[in-house]
């Protein structure tokens, strides 16, 4: 009988007088009218289209396929674009439940914002987009936090000489990397096995008859 936009400045002229007497007045605002997605969800063209509550009415739905980059770290605001369906302006975004910045409607399929800094842990976080017509989407499984990358203070150790082929794998099996070092001007080739603090202790060496000029690693 009326369409959406008739629909909603009748809604907003109700939220001013009051919703009874609105109800009273115009009845084809009730729950139960046919013609009120809420009463008939078939009349929205699903997953197209969903019903919004407030309005009572079918609007186009909300979608979020991708956003990227799909990580930041720690502690960091980031530039992302996210890529869906039926975006329109002045939308709102939520990331892990903190609010993005310069939330930017760029067309119906893309987006851009920034996130907020955060430090939620390693798990996917929650996207959570609201349309100005109160319609809401949640996506979750497609952004996640990351901490900074930490290194191990490093560690020394003696080579035999001047080392001219280095190999490295787990010779004892004890699932640290280990080292086979050939020296230039020697005929040895020195083995150091990788300890659990990331040093490397000595364990012999190899001698041939004469200096290597290569070394391939195998299971004999």
Partial sequence: MFGPTFRRSLLLFCALVGNASCEALFGGLSQDNPESCVANAALCRSPEEICNAATRSCEPALRIDSISPAAAPFDTELKVTLTGKNF????????????????????????????????????????????????????????HYFPWPTFATPTTTVSPGTFKVLRSADFDRDGRPDVAMAADNTSPVAIFLGQADGSLLPAGKVSFASRPFGMALGDA
């Fill in 88 to 143: 329109v302006p002045n939308l709102a975004l939520s990331i892990a439940g903190v609010p993005a910045k310069d939330v930017t409607f760029i067309s119906e399929s893309q987006l851009s914002a920034i996130t907020p800094a955060s430090h939620v842990g390693k798990h996917p976080v929650t996207l959570d987009l609201v349309a100005p017509s109160t319609q809401r989407y949640q996506r979750e499984g497609l952004f």
